[in-house]
């Protein structure tokens, strides 16, 4: 960022506009959270289930099938082992009271977050157009109080049943947060600073899985007494958020843009700029406007069939899937069981030191975001977690024969969070909202999330098996897709750093037009030669 940008963006800078930020990030760190609460007293709520259900406790190591956000160590294994929904033979025993039983509850336990946040993401754009993006964040937070009352209240009914529900009804909050929150978010920021305000959306979310972390450790909240606290205290953050969300202006784009409400979005405008002249971004707003109208509204299936949106779609989609097929969580599977084999008397807390280099990333890409660019930074994110993946299965595979090796993997580990944390973890949560114009921009958003939730749900669902199958190999196939998302977002990804909405989409367009004269060109050259 250039001095006058900096500038720039300290005038920008206001108490409304911080407020508002913090207010709306709040969803995101119910959702990190809500990521990480559920790991720490597997053994506890297991214990409980065992003796709700009546049956003997699995006498093996329990793991989760989770996975789930690509983002941080959501469900990494404290004592080295991963749960996960192991097949069942036909022994002809009741289920009912087979230990088996005590697995399958527990994988729903965890991965009904993931499915709630599938089925309501997709609803995002419907309910951000219909009640405005503050009224609809202050609605499904009702969802996330419901979810945590169910879930703080599990000792006294069936806890089984009470926690999967509760984490399915705070999966449903987080699908609608997660698509509801970087549209504000995006629409409230000034250009110059869209880039590092979209960032606290991934540093909200790595400091609650923190939280969540420090908070279910067994001499806190993380022992038989406490853990229905520990799963529900997210909720106070929702109420927070609800009461603080009073406090906050409509997005002002979507006053002018959707409503056509003009002095009710230059008022808001004012409030979040500050003394600045509002007429400059009213005149962009204006732009946006006259082609939103000329485009109609866009539905998800036009998303998809119209050619003028496809190759930001792809674009949209990619950099979901590569955030979460990136690795993240396979590399904190192994985390806990390297830093055992290294001799890490504790290895709960080398776990959280990795939580906490997580953070202090997440911290700096904020910085980072609006000095380097978007695309460099997703980029060499990409290229870094790529060696460390390689690295990380040198050190796996010669553990046995060279002891030392257990060091390049610790140090792999921790390169590659940071390197997450420097681009594929935070900027595919705004990234979207800034490809598209207030068209598309909905729907663009809800496909995205569902993409996301989706890629979620299938590394928390298919990870065991394969790591299983290939053991120290599996970060072979992390590596490869590292590269073929780095190639893509070489090619395919653009800059959005200090671009309006207009301007980005243009950069697409150019592209589509070299496209299509680069197949002309060849059209023509093989009917020459023909």
Same mark, same amino acid.
């Given at each position: 960022?250039?001095?006058?940008?900096? #500038? &720039?963006?300290?005038?920008?800078?206001?108490?409304?506009?911080?407020?508002?930020?913090?207010?709306?990030?709040?969803?995101?760190?119910?959702?990190?959270?809500?990521?990480?609460?559920?790991? =720490?007293?597997?053994?506890?709520?297991?214990?409980?289930?065992?003796?709700?259900?009546?049956?003997?406790?699995?006498?093996?190591?329990?793991?989760?099938?989770?996975?789930?956000?690509?983002?941080?160590?959501?469900?990494?294994?404290?004592?080295?082992?991963?749960?996960?929904?192991?097949?069942?033979?036909?022994?002809?025993?009741?289920?009912?009271?087979?230990?088996?039983?005590?697995?399958?509850?527990?994988?729903?336990?965890?991965?009904?977050?993931?499915?709630?946040?599938?089925?309501?993401?997709?609803?995002?754009?419907?309910?951000?157009?219909?009640?405005?993006?503050?009224?609809?964040?202050?609605?499904?937070?009702?969802?996330?109080?419901?979810?945590?009352?169910?879930?703080?209240?599990?000792?006294?009914?069936?806890?089984?049943?009470?926690?999967?529900?509760?984490?399915?009804?705070?999966?449903?909050?987080?699908?609608?947060?997660?698509?509801?929150?970087?549209?504000?978010?995006?629409?409230?920021?000034?250009?110059?600073?869209?880039?590092?305000?979209?960032?606290?959306?991934?540093?909200?979310?790595?400091?609650?899985?923190?939280?969540?972390?420090?908070?279910?450790?067994?001499?806190?909240?993380?022992?038989?007494?406490?853990?229905?606290?520990?799963?529900?205290?997210?909720?106070?953050?929702?109420?927070?958020?609800?009461?603080?969300?009073?406090?906050?202006?409509?997005?002002?784009?979507?006053?002018?843009?959707?409503?056509?409400?003009?002095?009710?979005?230059?008022?808001?405008?004012?409030?979040?700029?500050?003394?600045?002249?509002?007429?400059?971004? #009213?005149?962009?707003?204006?732009?946006?406007?006259?082609?939103?109208?000329?485009?109609?509204?866009?539905?998800?299936?036009?998303?998809?069939?119209?050619?003028?949106?496809?190759?930001?779609? #792809?674009?949209?989609?990619?950099? &979901?899937?590569?955030? &979460?097929?990136?690795?993240?969580?396979?590399?904190?599977?192994?985390?806990?069981? /390297?830093?055992?084999?290294?001799?890490?008397?504790? +290895?709960?807390?080398?776990? /959280?030191?990795?939580?906490?280099?997580?953070?202090?990333?997440?911290?700096?890409?904020?910085?980072?975001?609006?000095?380097?660019?978007?695309?460099?930074?997703?980029?060499?994110?990409?290229?870094?977690?790529?060696?460390?993946?390689?690295?990380?299965?040198?050190?796996?595979?010669?553990?046995?024969?060279?002891?030392?090796?257990?060091?390049?993997?610790?140090?792999? #580990?921790?390169?590659?969070?940071?390197?997450?944390?420097?681009? +594929?973890?935070? /900027? +595919?949560?705004?990234?979207?909202?800034?490809?598209?114009?207030?068209? +598309?921009?909905?729907? =663009?958003?809800?496909?995205?999330?569902?993409?996301?939730?989706?890629?979620?749900?299938?590394?928390?669902?298919?990870?065991?098996?394969?790591?299983?199958?290939?053991?120290?190999?599996?970060?072979?196939?992390?590596?490869?897709?590292?590269?073929?998302?780095?190639?893509?977002?070489?090619?395919?990804?653009?800059?959005?750093?200090?671009?309006?909405?207009?301007?980005?989409?243009?950069?697409?367009?150019?592209?589509?037009?070299? =496209?299509?004269?680069?197949?002309?060109?060849?059209?023509?050259?093989?009917?020459?030669?023909?």
């Amino acid at each position: 960022m250039d001095e006058k940008s900096k #500038i &720039q963006a300290e005038k920008h800078l206001t108490g409304t506009l911080v407020l508002s930020v913090f207010t709306a990030v709040l969803g995101f760190f119910q959702y990190g959270y809500s990521l990480g609460v559920i790991n =720490a007293p597997q053994k506890v709520i297991e214990a409980h289930y065992s003796r709700v259900l009546g049956i003997a406790p699995l006498d093996r190591h329990a793991t989760n099938a989770s996975g789930e956000d690509g983002t941080v160590p959501s469900m990494q294994p404290w004592d080295g082992t991963k749960g996960t929904l192991a097949p069942v033979a036909d022994t002809g025993e009741d289920l009912t009271t087979s230990p088996h039983i005590l697995t399958m509850y527990w994988s729903l336990s965890v991965s009904m977050f993931a499915i709630g946040g599938m089925i309501s993401s997709f609803t995002v754009g419907w309910i951000g157009d219909q009640l405005g993006r503050v009224k609809a964040m202050l609605v499904v937070n009702v969802l996330s109080i419901a979810g945590n009352l169910l879930m703080g209240l599990a000792k006294f009914g069936p806890s089984h049943l009470l926690i999967i529900m509760g984490r399915a009804v705070t999966g449903l909050y987080c699908g609608l947060s997660s698509g509801l929150v970087p549209m504000y978010v995006s629409e409230v920021s000034p250009t110059a600073l869209r880039g590092a305000l979209g960032t606290l959306h991934q540093l909200a979310i790595v400091t609650g899985i923190l939280i969540s972390q420090v908070l279910g450790l067994d001499f806190l909240l993380g022992n038989d007494e406490l853990w229905p606290l520990l799963l529900s205290l997210s909720g106070v953050a929702a109420l927070l958020q609800f009461f603080l969300l009073l406090l906050c202006p409509e997005s002002p784009r979507y006053l002018y843009i959707k409503l056509g409400k003009v002095e009710e979005a230059k008022k808001n405008l004012k409030r979040l700029r500050g003394n600045c002249d509002p007429m400059k971004e #009213i005149a962009e707003m204006e732009k946006e406007k006259q082609e939103a109208a000329s485009e109609k509204k866009v539905s998800i299936r036009q998303l998809f069939t119209s050619s003028k949106y496809k190759q930001a779609v #792809i674009v949209a989609l990619m950099v &979901q899937i590569s955030q &979460q097929f990136s690795g993240i969580n396979a590399i904190f599977y192994y985390s806990t069981n /390297i830093f055992e084999r290294a001799g890490v008397d504790q +290895p709960v807390y080398a776990t /959280i030191g990795v939580g906490v280099v997580n953070t202090v990333f997440t911290v700096i890409s904020v910085f980072l975001v609006e000095k380097a660019g978007r695309r460099s930074l997703f980029l060499a994110g990409l290229m870094g977690m790529l060696l460390s993946a390689v690295a990380m299965t040198v050190g796996l595979v010669l553990l046995s024969q060279f002891a030392w090796m257990s060091y390049v993997s610790m140090v792999a #580990i921790f390169l590659f969070v940071i390197f997450f944390e420097v681009g +594929p973890g935070p /900027i +595919p949560w705004f990234i979207v909202a800034e490809l598209f114009s207030q068209g +598309p921009r909905p729907a =663009a958003i809800a496909v995205a999330g569902f993409c996301n939730w989706a890629c979620n749900f299938i590394v928390g669902m298919c990870f065991q098996y394969i790591a299983d199958l290939c053991g120290p190999y599996v970060f072979v196939i992390f590596a490869a897709l590292l590269l073929v998302f780095f190639l893509f977002a070489y090619f395919k990804v653009p800059e959005t750093k200090g671009k309006s909405f207009e301007e980005i989409a243009a950069v697409f367009r150019r592209k589509k037009l070299m =496209a299509k004269t680069m197949t002309e060109l060849e059209d023509l050259r093989r009917s020459e030669e023909a």
